[in-house]
Structures are given as structure tokens and as C-alpha cells.
């Protein structure tokens, strides 16, 4: 190769590299935007557990995407994985909630046709 | 070489030697209170993955105790303990619900048979109702026509009306008893028993014999005499076997005439003794 090329594909490697290493790589929020949205079709804004760990779920992953336009894509991507965990868990204690409520209602259904019935309440 | 090894020796003196983030300090909680609880047993899975989430969280301590990965990973951790004691607790309510639909379906099951032994006993009765009603029935008929079939044989003994107060058994005073007298002519015993065998097939009706005379003489001494027939006729009736708490007997007099005192022949009819026979359920004067 001749002198002119080498410094020529040199200058184009260095530019690469500072292209690369300028832009962040873009942030994959759609995680974090499903867990919210399911855990709000599921109710959690209604269940008080719950609905704290949406909060904390919508706060984070505004969090991240500031920490992504400020170029921090590391904590971008770690507050990304908290604002997940926090969506999955309104889920969850929203299922938890409802489960509870059936429950309870199933054993009362018991105890009125017992009662209705004249038969002893266990 | 010593270079390269001492820096490794600090960093790790100095995670030792850290206090752990308070995100960290949490997430050891949540994971050991799911971990000895029941969540182990019923949502085995979910708590391992929680295990292996503070796994990481505390090498990333290790590593770097001050760091935000550190602290990220704590707070992740911390998620997944609380999760599995959600999931944990889910699998128990539905457990639970599981079991209270069972019982409510054996309780319905309860609650039927009882329906059907109600039914069964109620069943039961009704039909001895229905044949006590018709036993009843049956006897309530046969009553009316052994009635009526006393009402045609007494028709061809004596004079028979229905009134109001009953059916009335007219016989001459002068068939029965001499002027007069309150004895039972020996001839009239045979038309009372006749009359007697036809009342006592309605023995439970209650019977009232009243007695009446014409209007000659006072009426004090029609009173007595009335009175004196009318117990006789009882007497008999009784000696036959009639009840004597279903028969009565009442002296009229000459107050309750059918006929004319002013001819021989009205004067006849007039000396009576009338038996009536009450209707059913009503009791004697």
C-alpha cells in the first residue's frame, strides 16, 4: 500500500472509531413500556402495593431514557432493568390482590349457603 | 507480578471491609424472608431465580461495592424475592379458592339430599292425608245414607218433617199415653221401639223429645204434664241404648200448638210427642 492510502484508510478508521464511540447505542424500552401497560390493564393503579411499584416502574424508565440522551447508556440500560423488575412485580401483587378477593368471596359463598340452609358453619 | 497482584488483594480488602448499599441490605432481607417462608415449597422456581439475582448483585458488590450496577442489581434482587412471595402467596389464595369451591359444591350436595328427604317425608304424608280424606269421605257418606235410610224407615212409623231445627218425629200423646197420664201404654212401647231401632243406627246425632199438650186445663199442669211425657219417652229411649248425655227432654205445654184448640180433632193433634233428631255437628237443647 502507498503511503497517501495507508494515512488515507488510517484517517477513515480513526473517524469510525470516533463515530462509534460518540452516539449511544439506542435505548430498548419496549420492556419496561409492556410491563407498565400490562400492569395497568391488570388494574394495578387500584391495588396499593401495586400501584407504588407502577409509580416506581414509570419514573425509572423516564430516568433511563434521560440517562440514554445524556450519553450514560451503562445506567441507562441498569435503570431500564429496574423499571422493569418494578413493572413485573405491580403485576404480579395486582394478580395476587384478585386472587385474594376471589378467595375470600368463594369461602363466603360457602358459609351463606350453610347458613341459608341451616347447616352448621365450619 | 506483585504489582498486578496487590491491587487485586485491595479491591478485595476493600469490598470486605464496605458497608453494602442499603439496596443491597434489602434485597438480603426480601430473598431470607421468602426463602425460609412457604414460598420455597409452592413457588420453587420464582425463588431461585430471586437467589440467582442477589447471586449477581453481590459479585457486582465484590467488584465494585459503590457502584450504581451494584446498587441496580440489589434493587432488581430485592424485585425478585418480592415476586416470588407475590407468586407464592397467588398459587395459596387459589389453592384456597379451590378448596371453598369444592366444599360449596358438597354442601349443595348436602342441601339436596336434605331437599329430597324433606320431599320424601312430605310426599309420605300427603298421601296419608289424601287416605285419611278419603277414609273420612267414605265414613261421611255412609253416615248420610244410614241418615237417610233412618229418615225413610221412620216415614213409615210415624209423621216426619225437615226442619230447620232437625227432622221431626211427630207421635200422638194419645198413641203413647193414656188422658192424662205420664206411663207408656204397654202398646205404645212397640211403635217406640221400632222408632228406637231406627234412631240408634244415627247414634250420634243428639236427640231432643219434646213434649205438648192441648190447651185444656192450666197451663201449669200442661207444663208438668208435657214435661212428665217428654222424660218418659227419654227413659225409654235410653233403656233401648241410646246415650244419655245425647238425648234431652222438654215440657212444652200447651204453648207451641199445631192445630186448633177449638175442635176435638185439633185438640188430638195438639197432644204430641215430638223427637227431633238434630243435624249433624249441632248439639240438644
Redesign the interface.
Known sequence: MTRPLKIGAQLFVFTALLAGCGSDPALRTEGSASGIRAAEEVGAANVPRASL?LQLAKEQLEKAKKLSADGES??AA??L??SE??A??AV??S??DA??T??KA??E??KQ??KD?N?LV? | MIRFILPVCLASLAACGSTPPTELVQAREAYRHVSVGEAGKIAPAEVHVAAQALARAERAFEDDAES??TR??A??AQ??A??AG??A??LT??K??VA??K??VK??G??LD?AKQNLDATQTALIDTARRASEAEAAKAAAEKRAADAQAALARLAAVKQEPRGVVITLSGSVLFASNQTVLLPQAQNKLNEVAEVLLTTRERNITIEGHTDSQGSDSHNMTLSQGRADAVRSYLVSRGYEPDRIKAHGLGEGTPVADNKSAEGRANNRRVEIIIAPEGISSN
Open positions: 411499584h451503562a445506567k441498569s435503570m432493568a429496574r423488575a418494578d413485573e412485580l404480579a401483587l394478580h395476587e386472587e385474594k376471589d378467595a368463594a369461602i359463598r360457602v349457603l350453610r340452609n347447616l365450619e | 450504581f450496577r441496580d442489581l434493587y432488581i424485585r425478585k418480592e415476586l407475590a407468586i402467596a397467588t389464595q387459589q384456597g379458592q371453598a369451591d366444599a360449596f354442601t349443595q348436602e342441601v336434605e
